[in-house]
């Protein structure tokens, strides 16, 4: 019998990142809290590394390693940069954040790149055994970041919440897989995919296992109604953990929706489609209307990010490549526009006060009439007002779904979309035409945080100024 060493040229990036987290582990057992600089600064290294190793093993098609269990594709390259930049700009917003608060440890990092290699696994996984490694490797480094603060009964309780109902969510997935699998024979997703066309007689089991499917990934997407930890987790966490739960993670799930729904189940279509249409329904209509009544700003957040997980929704339950593209770039302009949102938070908070109401932001015009201006392009964008970046990912999947002859559907998400700008406005109105709570200058903040926040919302109106270059990546991912 010959054993066939795997070629580990694909996943040479998931290779350094771990050779790299192991270093830093060992590295941080022997530095003093003055010393956590060079944490902080080897993890940056790490993704920025990452990055030019994904881009050099970039292929044009598809490559499978280690048994078909591992595939490097064009929507694995765009996705790993996408997590690797967003979780440079997540520890980068965050340092002087965990400082103010005694929380400037090795573990926020590790766990962070412990979260990004899960992540690059589920964006990577050919297999359903491999999809459920990354996701719980993720899961669990997302578990410990939220109870990094040991001393808050808020962030406690948050991460029990968020421990519990992940546990069975990830327990549903796994029933499903299981039934799959049982089914099937396989758990290859190509073999299962073209093995589900052929199953009549089985098409009570299948039925079960798409819904168990479904179920987790709406879960770690934060779809309703499998959506109640999320504004729990978002407001209870450390705002710095919030800033990476609300960013890359979200890209990852999406990528495990594409793999398992596409690769895996594309036959069965037509049955995860309706189940898509009433998961983006209900959270364009529950995320919208209730983030009206928030007056903190996080939990808004959290219920904005439902909302856009409704628009994200439209674009996959269209079908289409074109659909597709519609939703993994509705994605990423959602990642960019939550790291800035998130941004802002942190850049107004200090030691002893977190600037997560609504009311915290009032008179932030007089304070600082450039931050107002970038939390008016933030919150213009994630409104979907022209001609900014949150417009076009918008106009995307409303487009598909036009397309796919779901006319009341466009209609509905228009609706809604105008719903929701009222809360995004409130938040520009208290900026400008209230009167500051506090008189500290927002100058005092860190200047690279300053400098990078701007440039991410910037960003956010140069892409939308000229949004067809992401847009037509996207395509070319998924082309």
């Known amino acids: 019998m010959n054993f066939l060493l795997p070629d580990f040229l694909p996943a040479l990036p998931e290779i350094f990142l771990l050779g790299m987290i192991c270093l ?5 057992l022997f530095l ?4 956590r600089i060079v944490t ?3 993890s940056q290294a790490t993704l920025l590394c990452a990055v030019l190793l994904t881009l050099s093993v970039h292929d044009e098609g598809r490559v499978l390693t280690f048994a078909n269990t591992f595939v490097n594709d064009p929507m694995a390259t765009v996705l790993k940069i996408s997590i690797y930049l967003a979780t440079f700009l997540v520890f ?44 719980e490797l993720l899961s669990l480094s997302l578990y410990a970041m939220v109870a990094l603060q040991r001393d808050s009964l808020q962030a406690s309780e948050a991460a029990m919440k968020y421990f519990v109902l992940g ?12 039934i799959l699998y049982g089914i099937t024979g396989s758990l ?24 168990f499917i479904v179920i987790g990934v709406a879960f770690k997407l934060g779809a309703v109604p499998f959506h109640m930890w999320l504004p729990d987790v978002y407001h209870g966490a450390p705002t710095a953990v919030t800033l990476y739960l609300s960013s890359a993670p979200k890209l990852a799930a999406f990528a495990m929706m594409m793999r398992l729904l596409v690769d895996g189940l594309a036959e069965l279509q037509g049955q995860w489609e309706g189940m898509l249409v009433m998961l983006a329904v209900l959270s364009l209509v529950a995320g919208n209307v209730i983030a009206i009544a928030q007056v903190n700003l996080k939990r808004m957040l959290a219920y904005s990010a439902i909302s856009h997980v409704g628009f994200l929704l439209l674009g996959m339950l269209s079908g289409t490549q074109a659909g597709y593209a519609a939703a993994m770039f509705y994605a990423i302009v959602y990642v960019l526009m939550g790291l800035g949102g ?31 201006l970038m939390m008016l392009i933030l919150m213009f964008s994630m409104a979907g007002v022209p001609p900014f970046l949150g417009f076009w990912s918008k106009l995307a999947v409303i487009q598909a779904v036009l397309d796919a002859g779901m006319v009341w559907l466009a209609i509905l998400a228009v609706i809604f979309s105008v719903i929701g700008a009222f809360y995004y406005l409130r938040v520009v109105k208290v900026m400008y035409f209230d009167k500051a709570k506090v008189d500290v200058p927002v100058v005092s903040a ?30 070319a991912a998924l082309g």
């Open 24 to 28: 830093i582990l060992l590295l941080d």
């Open 32 to 35: 003093s809290d003055k010393q």
């Open 40 to 42: 902080y600064l080897l």
């Open 92 to 135: 980068l917003y965050a340092k002087d954040y965990l400082r103010a608060r005694d929380m400037f440890k090795g573990e926020f990092y590790l766990l962070g790149l412990f979260g990004v290699l899960g992540m690059n696994v589920m964006v990577s996984a050919h297999n359903l055994i491999t999809i459920y490694l990354g996701l």
């Open 167 to 178: 546990a069975m969510a990830s327990a549903m997935l796994l029933y499903g897989m299981s």
């Open 188 to 211: 290859d997703l190509a073999q299962i995919n073209s093995a589900t066309g052929n199953l009549a007689d089985n098409e009570v089991l299948l039925a079960f296992a798409l819904v």
């Open 342 to 372: 998130f941004g802002m938070i942190i850049l107004l908070s200090r030691a002893g006060f977190e600037a997560d109401r609504i009311d915290d932001f009032k008179g932030l015009n007089e304070r600082s009439p450039w931050f107002a």
């Open 446 to 475: 860190n200047l690279e945080l300053r400098v990078m926040l701007s440039t991410n919302s910037l960003a956010v109106l140069m892409l939308g100024i000229f949004p067809s270059g992401l847009l037509a990546l996207c395509m």
